[in-house]
């Protein structure tokens, strides 16, 4: 089969089904065995704000997605005032003709500088500001309409299947964008009803339904639209392929390697983690009595932390998940935490800052925040997964380096991470090992709980334990836990503290600390989500016959200076790509391992990242025409 | 071994200002846990800080020092991860009700089966006393350059209002008083308050321990008499008896009227307690039948140093 790469988008009013809809031809696509890469965006708004979903499918492995949109599907005006230019030529746009005398000016969602913007690229073109208007300039631009009223197919199926309710149930228009979708691209149609039926399994009369008029819709495309250049025939599945929403990695993760304690307070993007956990909190454990994860929900994220540390003092697996705002006001306790070598696992879903920001957009702005997060000196690890499916094996590792060098661990995830939807391999829970470190089975004699020891880590014990005494407090300590202001013991218990900073990078692997995918003349260095679209924008480059390197940062502190040194040595110039105004990782990285980054391509809208426009920068940086602080834009 | 009083006493040394109230209550404390028998590594005290967060270093128990205004939040936390333990915190009224005041109301509503004192003694002591929470509106320490300009928060009041289903309070001079308050406190099933009138001889000249004895309200026959008393002295019925509206109703009621009792008469004992809400632990129980038997703490999560947990049927939910 030749190479299928497809983008679909659909869109809508908060509330209206956009998300049901793309979960709906996300899993026929998966099922259908294409590689799914799928991500939403919505307002801080419950309903009526435009939110949209884009998913990218594919017959190959992809990380991002792309600029180009090859079907839309709209229901609403907004929807096309918004992406009509994001349709390539060549691609499609479904939509309800009901909408063709739309005014820009009834569209009270359209907020004004957009409704500029565009009013000013219509009347560059003397088109009208209408739908009509943003339809003929994707004609002109060589995308396919494929007009349809929503209403009357509702009205039609109502007769047909006499079901009166029927008539009015605009919610089902979601419904039909998505099978006209399918029928349009010729997907086998069983899927889809099959699909629906999993979805809607335990409403059955909302299945039956949704499928019939799925049914309904999807052959009214096949029967009565035009043909479509693209489709999306039956292709090879590969088995054991997960469907999986960013926050799924790393909530699986912890309930694999254990953590049964997780305070929080709601905050997006983090609480849909916290959530899935309380879902899922009773365990099977094998050959065990039933486990559960308790999930508390707090009255602010001071005391979710503040109740993540009286967990882990238990001997618990701890953990709390949070984003920008919540992670700073837990930052007084973060330092509590490595004064008392408390290991806890903090996830922190970034989003875009400062202060309230861009509340349900991306943005990787909290990399130094969270480097220098708390007052006052004292070890700390912060780590960033790359890839959705990473991050289920990075959680456990997280929990491990917390237990073995007793120190709060900070696991960077984000937005992007969070609303995207990707296939991926099935999780393998055997690859998470569990390492406790220290933590004692029992204590035997005389027990202190800050001794000095070799290697400045010190037996733990936890609360309750017979024999195993101890005290905690912010204050300096002596080696029992009591308080201390004599400076010679200051400096020895700083040094014992600080000493940890270089046994993590001592001890961690070096493929856990950076990961290498190959050093050019030209290499990228990049963190977290965003290294989704550089590996594909490296991969279309390639395809040209230009090679680019490329270094991921997972371990960004205690920073493995020597190593991504080493892994550097042979590049000539660096490219530094994330998501934030000032290049927070390559000022880290100019910091640490003392060189120049030479370039910068960053994106700090608020959207994520296409690997086309990644390409696209990168390819200018190669052919020398590049400004040094390349800034991306894309993005409704 | 039947523990003795020493052996809930450490060695470390206690730095607290001669004449200190905090003395009595770290004292009755000691006395209530070997009263109790509880086992010294069974229980664990919890801290705020100031002056009255050193108070987890004097005592031979699991000692948590945490943070200013933060100690419900910890110990919450432990209680919670480990049923089993005893839990213990406590902290100033600056700590407990100024800025610790939204975890005061939120562990009302979750009623954790533990313990909170606050030392209350009107005055921010170890940054040389300013006015804390429950100062008076318009009095004047001596510490203070000018009048306190807040009105005072009612500890017994807004622990009732919160949700606190074990409200108290004690003197610090009275400790055998104070000692049986607490052993009833840790006992009761739930969250309980003891709100302790503790002088601070250095910075509050008002509320000394002389004021509380009423060495100041002589009657005609130049007899003194003691501005605290006792309500159980007066036959005070704070106990909820069954669960109804009105006999609920009543007994929030009376207590919070006793709460605004001051000046010349300062009521001391229970004001309030009801057995009949059900803990934090029992509401876990509900989402989770084998929470007490086999809580976070005590969960075992690996075998041969792998995960041991089963998460294929959510995986299966995810395939496609």
Redo the contacts between chains.
Sequence with gaps: MSSIDFTWLIGGPQGSGVESGANIFS?VC??MGYQVFGKREFYSNIKGEHSYFTVRVANKKIHSNVNDVTLMTSFDAETLFRHYDEVMSGGGIIYDSDLEDVKTDSVRTLDAPFKKRLHDELESKNKPLTIAGVLDVARENGVSLFPVSFKSILEILSEETENPRLKGLVRMFNVIGVSLSLGLVQMPPDTLQKTIGTIFSKKPEVAKINQQTANYAYNYATAKFEAFDHSLPRTE?ES?????QGF?GTA?GK????C??Q?YYPITPASDESVFLET???????????????V?Q???E??A???????A??????STCTSGPGFALMT??LG?AGMNEVPVVITNYQRSGPSTGLPTRHGQDDLLFSVHAGHGDFPKIVYASGEIEESFYDT?NCFNYADVFQVPVIHMMDKFHASSVI?CK??D??K?????GKLLEKVDGDYKRFEFTDDGVSPRS??????????????ESDET???TEDPILRVKMMDKRMSRLDLILESIPDVEQAVSFGVEEYSVISWGSTIGPVIDAIDLLKKEGISIGLVQLKLMHPFPSEHVSSLLKDAKIIIDIEANHSGQMGKMFKQNVGRDIDYFILKYSGRAMTCTEVYDSLKKIVQKKADKREVLMHGA | MALKLADYKTDVHNDWCPGCGDFGIVNAIQMALAEMGIQRDKAAMFSGIGCSGKTSHYINTFGVHTLHGRVLTFAQGAKIANPDLTVVAVGGDGDGLGIGAGHFVAAGRRNVDMTYIIFDNGVYGLTKGQASPTLKLGEKTKSLPTPNTNSNVNPIGLAIASGFTFVARGYSYDVRHLKDLIIQAVKHKGLSFLDVLQPCPTYNDLNTRDWYAGTDLVDEAQKRHSRIYKLEDQGFEPVVHYNSEVEVNEKLSQALIKSLEWGNKIPTGVFYKNGLISPYTERLKDKIPNYLENPPAKQNISKNGVSNTNISKMLDSLEV
Excluded: Y
């Design positions: 899993k998966a099922e599945k054991k392929t997960l469907l999986v799924q699986l309930i694999a390697c254990g049964r304690f305070p899922n909190e009773l365990l099977e454990v094998t050959d065990e009595r039933p486990g559960s994860v308790a508390i707090t009255e602010d001071i005391s932390m503040g109740m993540t540390i009286g967990g003092l238990t001997g618990t697996r701890s007084e306790m509590w456990g296939t099935r999780f829970p055997q998470i090992s569990i390492n406790r936890r609360l309750g334990m017979d024999n195993g005494i101890f005290w905690n407090t912010g204050d836990g009591h308080i």
